[in-house]
């Protein structure tokens, strides 16, 4: 498998080349073209259960497998927001990820839903979490810019800005500042971490973004 | 304080490294992430602060501005990251005293405790505009950090110039301004250009390449209804 990655930092694209016999996974609806030879499967990820799990999460319940026949093929992935797609090479190791941060991955990669933390139930923002972990390479991306930050220490981050961040990190879903400061701030919850290790955080929010165009919505006409 | 942008001109994003017990103060919702040192107050104050504080905040609420601004402050020297809503670029302006800004809300993003800040209204013609109706002059020494939809763009006027209103982020106030219809009639209705400001004299004009009513007037009616 070999990848590059155009059209950085704001309108990212993932193009990857398959040898015969490599299969990449992808999010539905992340395939923006293909050559020919490329073989779709839609599979509900680790069975019915999975699936039902995945769809929790805010995920779609099937992910689709792509592989070329015959010759090597070539893939090119988008995420569903404009944003910038970067790489996680896992040799082991463990990330945790917000569900709608997941591209595509290749290899010995075991995605499974975690729960983000009972605070999130109350937040509406969709916290929710995914593990991936194994030997190979994931893909993710980020709506607006990716910004990465070494934690050593502890360090706070808006729970909407979150993308990936390594597993080894704890981390504690909080409303900011005082009483006061919850209700009139503006500010929704945010997850303080504390350890070592990588984060990496958008410079967009999805849920702001939709909290912007509602007003702009039209509105129900009522029967009454 | 030093202020960074990153992600420019698209995602921009700007982070404001504060010395030990320095604040910064922000538009509700605008914080991405912080270093764990800075604590967070909320109040109806106006930067300036002071005894007419909760006054100057009230009229906030009034011209439709949130009536709260948040305070971060760094108790060892730490770092505050703040993004806009919207798709767009961040901008660093520094003022010294010699020249006020006035500044179209939706563009306000953050500033240095000492800036002072005041609402003003638009004017009774920006009523009929559907745009944002009210701007906030800033003055003294300080920074301002502003954030464009779309791309942001400076002109230095020196006589006359027209903008559509929703096209304004920022002007000094050493410019005159009238909201004024663009031609005729037939324009008015016709041309799709709505409200247009009129600047008149000497003094420096930022602006933004988008419109962010227009896009939310574009986008919402695709979208499903609410229910009130």
């Known amino acids: ?224 | 304080m030093k202020i960074e942008i990153q992600n420019r001109p698209a995602y921009a994003i700007a982070d404001v490294h504060l010395e030990m017990n320095e604040s910064v103060i922000s538009e509700g919702g605008a914080m991405v992430s912080m270093t764990s040192d800075v604590t967070v107050s909320t109040s109806a104050m106006s930067p300036g602060g002071g005894a007419g504080g909760l006054l100057k905040g009230l009229k906030r609420m009034l011209t439709g501005e949130s009536f709260f601004l948040n305070k971060f402050t760094s108790s060892t020297g730490g770092h505050v990251s703040f993004a806009p809503t919207l798709i767009g670029d961040v901008e660093h302006i520094a003022l010294d005293g010699t020249k006020n800004l006035i500044v179209q809300s939706s563009s306000y993003m953050a500033c240095s405790e000492g800036l002072e800040m005041d609402t003003q209204f638009g004017g009774m013609k920006s009523l009929f505009s559907g745009e944002s109706l009210f701007w906030i002059k800033f003055s003294g020494s300080g920074d301002l950090i502003l954030n464009s939809f779309g791309g942001i763009f400076y002109k230095d006027v020196d006589g006359s110039f027209i903008v559509d209103t929703g096209h304004i982020v920022a002007f000094e106030d050493t410019l005159e301004y009238k909201v004024k219809k663009v031609g005729g009639l037939k324009a008015t209705l016709l041309s799709g250009e709505g409200l247009v400001t009129e600047f008149s004299g000497k003094g420096r004009l930022y602006m933004q390449t988008h419109n962010a009513s227009a896009f939310g007037r574009l986008l919402g009616p695709k979208l499903p209804p609410r229910e009130h």
Not at chain 1, 130 to 157: A, C, H, Q, R
Not at chain 1, 186 to 198: A, M
Request: charged share 20%; with cysteine; aromatic share 12%.
């Open chain 1, 1 to 224: 498998m070999k990848y590059e990655l155009t059209g950085k930092p704001d309108y990212a694209l993932a193009e990857i080349t398959l040898e015969a016999g490599e299969t990449i996974t992808a999010e539905t609806g992340a395939m923006v073209a293909m050559s020919a030879n490329m073989q779709i499967e839609t599979k509900a990820k680790g069975g019915l259960l999975g699936g039902l799990k995945r769809m929790v999460t805010g995920e779609s319940f099937f992910t689709n497998n792509f592989h070329p026949d015959g010759d090597a093929g070539t893939i090119k992935l988008a995420p569903q927001a404009p944003g910038d797609i970067d790489v996680l090479k896992l040799n082991g190791e463990s990330y945790l990820m917000q569900a709608g941060a997941y591209l595509a991955h290749v290899g010995d990669v075991e995605i499974d839903s975690k729960f983000g933390g009972f605070k999130s139930f109350f937040s509406g923002e969709g916290f929710f979490l995914i593990k991936v972990s194994g030997n190979g390479t994931v893909f993710f991306n980020s709506y607006g810019g990716l910004k990465k930050v070494s934690i050593n220490g502890s360090y706070i981050v808006d729970t909407t800005h979150i993308v990936a961040f390594n597993e080894g990190i704890s981390y504690n879903v909080e409303a900011v500042g005082g009483l006061k400061a919850t209700f009139l701030s503006g500010e929704g919850l945010v997850c303080r971490y504390t350890g070592e290790g990588d984060l990496w955080i958008q410079t967009r929010s999805g849920p702001q973004f939709a909290g912007w165009i509602n007003p702009f919505r039209p509105v129900k006409k009522s029967n009454n």
